[in-house]
């Protein structure tokens, strides 16, 4: 049923890229509890926002089943955005007038405080591995995208750029950090200072983390006859529009408006990243089935079990390059490279 899959990675380095997506951040196990069964070595994670996430604890030790019953385990979203996590009114009420009373700085410019997320992220690394670890203590080589906005100063021309934490060139940062790094969705939650600098949701620069991830393989492999295969997990936009009829939160826009700009700038990358003919290669999974919200952790269950379905579906037979090629066809189309 595999199979040609799986004689396509024989002899190749195997890396996974993980996207943003939000909540749909569960539908990222299907594709680790596939490859667990299916017992496919990865020899790098790179993860993008709430990619960052779920590659983050994979690569930290922790198992598809234990991810899959820990993302079964979220039932209240107060546990992980604090209280009121759904009252979007009120918080950007109270944020506003705090703004207004205790000056400038970062911290109102959200509407989630990532304290709680902080926390909730480090007491379930500590929880599941023993411990918190640094990006360099990681079993598997990780690395999470963010986007550099400076030092706060208003003059800083180092800012402005993407980085990349990663085991091998930042292994001082913590994880918990580099995941909060690459999550800090503007608007949603405040930026992350680490080392002096904030930084912002990888998202806004790289949903779907393969220009890092073929870069990272150009500067490393050993020979010029060496293959890549990016096993690319999408979770973006997959063509739904909002409807007037239903309840719009702000983070509702935000998140919609980030799934539209990610769906460009991922099939502007695959023209540059998938050259089979050059030694590197994409396969694009889109295992996310339905619309979830950030704070839908009622639709978790349902997104964990069809994404797996999904996955297995995506992979099975000799389409398994298929969305790959479809939305390689797609951006030609737009570019007008297909006359």
Same mark, same amino acid.
């Given at each position: 049923?595999?199979?040609?899959?799986? @004689?396509? /990675?024989?002899?190749?380095?195997?890396?996974?890229?993980?996207?943003?997506?939000?909540? $749909?951040?569960?539908?990222?196990? *299907?594709?680790?509890?596939? /490859?667990?069964? #299916?017992?496919?070595?990865? !020899?790098?994670?790179?993860?993008?926002?709430?990619?960052?996430?779920?590659?983050?604890?994979?690569?930290?030790?922790?198992?598809?089943?234990?991810?899959?019953?820990?993302?079964?385990?979220?039932? @209240?979203? !107060?546990?992980?955005?604090?209280?009121?996590?759904?009252?979007?009114?009120? =918080?950007?009420?109270?944020? +506003?007038?705090?703004?207004?009373?205790?000056?400038?700085?970062?911290?109102?410019? $959200?509407?989630?405080?990532? =304290? =709680?997320?902080?926390?909730?992220?480090?007491?379930?690394?500590?929880?599941?591995?023993?411990?918190?670890?640094?990006?360099?203590?990681?079993? &598997?080589?990780?690395?999470?995208?963010?986007?550099?906005?400076?030092?706060?100063?208003?003059? !800083?021309?180092?800012? *402005? &750029?993407?980085?990349?934490?990663?085991?091998?060139?930042?292994?001082?940062?913590?994880?918990?950090?580099?995941?909060?790094?690459?999550?800090?969705?503007?608007?949603?939650?405040?930026?992350?200072?680490?080392?002096?600098?904030?930084?912002?949701?990888?998202?806004?620069?790289?949903?779907?983390?393969?220009?890092?991830?073929?870069?990272?393989?150009?500067?490393?492999?050993?020979?010029? =006859?060496? #293959?890549?295969?990016?096993?690319?997990?999408? /979770?973006?936009?997959?063509?739904?529009?909002?409807?007037?009829?239903?309840?719009?939160?702000?983070?509702?826009?935000?998140?919609?408006?980030?799934?539209? &700009? *990610?769906? +460009?700038?991922? #099939?502007?990358? %695959?023209?540059?990243?998938?050259?089979?003919?050059?030694?590197?290669?994409?396969?694009?999974?889109?295992?996310?089935?339905?619309?979830?919200? /950030?704070?839908?952790?009622?639709?978790?269950?349902?997104?964990?079990?069809?994404?797996?379905?999904?996955? &297995?579906? #995506?992979?099975?037979? !000799?389409?398994? %390059?298929?969305?790959?090629?479809?939305?390689? +066809?797609?951006?030609?189309?737009? %570019?007008?490279?297909?006359?």
């Amino acid at each position: 049923m595999f199979g040609p899959f799986l @004689d396509y /990675l024989k002899g190749k380095r195997v890396y996974l890229a993980l996207s943003g997506g939000g909540l $749909a951040l569960v539908c990222h196990i *299907g594709l680790l509890r596939f /490859l667990e069964e #299916q017992g496919i070595r990865v !020899d790098k994670i790179f993860g993008s926002s709430a990619g960052a996430v779920i590659g983050g604890f994979f690569a930290s030790g922790v198992n598809a089943s234990r991810l899959h019953d820990a993302a079964l385990d979220l039932e @209240d979203p !107060d546990r992980v955005f604090g209280k009121g996590s759904r009252r979007m009114f009120l =918080r950007i009420v109270r944020n +506003q007038i705090e703004t207004r009373f205790s000056g400038s700085g970062f911290r109102h410019a $959200a509407v989630y405080d990532n =304290r =709680r997320l902080e926390s909730y992220i480090e007491e379930s690394l500590v929880s599941m591995t023993g411990k918190a670890p640094l990006l360099g203590e990681t079993e &598997r080589s990780f690395s999470a995208v963010s986007f550099d906005i400076g030092t706060g100063e208003s003059l !800083d021309s180092d800012s *402005g &750029r993407k980085t990349v934490f990663s085991t091998e060139d930042t292994p001082h940062v913590s994880l918990k950090d580099a995941i909060v790094a690459s999550m800090s969705i503007p608007g949603l939650f405040m930026p992350k200072k680490i080392g002096g600098r904030y930084y912002i949701d990888g998202g806004t620069v790289e949903h779907l983390p393969i220009v890092s991830a073929r870069d990272h393989w150009l500067t490393t492999r050993k020979n010029k =006859r060496e #293959q890549l295969v990016i096993i690319a997990v999408d /979770l973006g936009y997959l063509g739904e529009t909002l409807n007037e009829k239903e309840r719009i939160s702000p983070i509702d826009m935000i998140l919609y408006s980030f799934n539209i &700009r *990610g769906k +460009q700038i991922t #099939q502007y990358s %695959l023209l540059r990243v998938h050259e089979p003919e050059r030694g590197c290669s994409v396969v694009l999974l889109k295992p996310r089935c339905y619309d979830i919200n /950030l704070t839908d952790f009622h639709k978790i269950p349902g997104a964990l079990e069809k994404s797996y379905v999904n996955i &297995r579906r #995506q992979l099975a037979g !000799d389409d398994f %390059l298929g969305e790959t090629e479809e939305s390689i +066809q797609n951006v030609k189309f737009l %570019l007008g490279l297909n006359e």
